[in-house]
């Protein structure tokens, strides 16, 4: 594979989708210094990419001048290195975006996929050079949080998952980790969460509002500092065990949606985009929380900073600065 080049506005991305995290992504790659160009089907992108410039320069702490372009399709032998894929969409949508990529592109291209719960393989099988795509997966806003679950099957080539690792800390700010595998492994953590939650409404143990609270007072204050097992150490792992052998029991094992939560699909209360999901909503509140998201996506970063998650990381950091990159 070619060399990285060290000369960062040499080094094109490509980042495809309709969704908020398509913008901020764009914006992760372009704050780092590279030049993005966005396919989107919706105006919506373009002007969150905007709101969140405006954020940057009203933090203050740093000057962000991307080069963002907006383009309608892949010109021949556009000269990227990394293509994005940034939607959840559907199984087909993904393959059939993947085939137009490579067809106008370089051998070298490096392809993410946010893969969530449709395993890797399956976007690799008719690809011309499956080695070169992973799982990609993100959390929003991208560019103000550290997380990136990385995605590699055997057919995956190991160099691409080297460099993306050291890419990922040198020039993103991410923590990343490497998921062995065909999906990665946040998903399914968060839908066990989710339900769990479905459950205890369900039965009548707690309301929406109860959960809400419960998730944010407990564990939304330690999770940013500690993660799940590191937690437990701190607390008393024995206590867990005790607990957990007898809570175990109890857990849900649901197989399908509960009905409650189907009729909200089927009523179409999608959430804020359409004011009512599990609470409702009017204009002023969705502006109202998308600002506050956005706000404490910067102060919940600033304090995770404060209490890295391991002192090896700051080495990794280091020596991911000192790495030229090779690809």
């Known amino acids: 594979m070619k060399t990285f ?24 790659f372009a704050k780092a210094g590279f030049p993005v160009s966005v ?21 203050g702490k740093e000057e962000c001048k991307p080069s963002i372009r907006y383009i309608q399709e892949i010109s021949d032998k556009e000269p990227f290195f990394l293509a994005i894929l940034t939607d959840n969409d559907t199984e087909t949508y993904h393959k059939d975006t993947i085939n137009r990529i490579e067809n106008n592109t370089n051998e070298d291209l490096i392809i993410g996929i946010c893969t969530n719960y449709i ?26 949080n550290f997380f990136l679950e990385l995605v590699a099957n055997t057919k995956t080539h ?5 460099f993306l690792e050291k890419f990922a800390i040198r020039y993103l700010g991410k923590d990343p980790y490497i998921i062995t595998g065909e999906t990665g492994v946040r998903s ?16 009548g143990y707690a309301k929406v509002e109860d959960i809400d609270r419960a998730c944010r007072n407990d564990a939304g204050t330690y999770m940013p500092f ?33 009905d409650f939560f189907v009729e909200k699909l089927q ?10 999901g599990f609470y409702k909503y009017d204009k002023n509140d969705i502006r109202k929380w998308n600002q506050k998201t956005r706000k404490f996506s910067y102060e919940i970063k ?17 020596s991911a600065k000192s790495s030229t990159v090779p690809r």
Do not use: C
Request: proline share 3%; hydrophobic share 40%.
């Open 226 to 258: 500690a993660g799940n097992f590191r937690y437990m150490d701190v607390m008393g792992t024995y206590a867990y065990g005790v607990v957990m052998k007898k809570l175990n029991k109890e857990l849900s094992n649901a197989t399908k949606l509960p």
């Open 188 to 203: 399914k953590m968060l839908a066990a969460m989710a339900r769990e939650a479905f459950f205890l409404i369900e039965k």
């Open 158 to 162: 190991h160099s691409v998952v080297d």
């Open 302 to 318: 600033e304090l995770m900073e404060k209490y890295p998650f391991e002192d090896w990381l700051e080495e990794v950091k280091e």
């Open 39 to 59: 396919v989107s089907n919706t105006l919506m992108v373009k002007e969150r990419i905007l709101i969140h410039l405006e954020d940057i320069k009203k933090t």
């Open 267 to 276: 009523k179409k209360k999608y959430g804020m985009k359409v004011k009512e």
């Open 5 to 28: 080049d060290q000369n960062l506005s040499n080094n094109r991305v490509l980042v495809i989708g309709n969704s908020y995290l398509t913008a901020s992504v764009s914006i992760n």
């Open 119 to 144: 395993p890797l393989s399956r976007f690799q099988h008719d690809a011309k050079y499956p080695g070169n795509i992973l799982g990609m997966n993100w959390t929003e806003p991208a560019h103000t």
